[in-house]
């Protein structure tokens, strides 16, 4: 739960400063990377 506060509100910034693109694309590769790496909460 803490989780996903922390990334909701990191890409709620990213999309309030930067928009809504930049905003899905950097979920993208966050997704991406925490698949490939694993997550640190694991």
């Known amino acids: 739960m ?3 506060l922390i ?3 990191v890409f709620g910034w990213i ?3 930067r928009g809504l693109l930049i905003a899905i694309l950097s979920h ?3 997704d991406i990377v ?3 790496i694993g ?3 694991a």
């Open 15 to 17: 999309f309030w400063k």
């Open 39 to 41: 997550t640190p909460y």
């Open 7 to 9: 990334t909701g509100s």
């Open 28 to 30: 993208i590769l966050s």
């Open 2 to 4: 803490v989780g996903n």
């Open 34 to 36: 925490f698949h490939v």
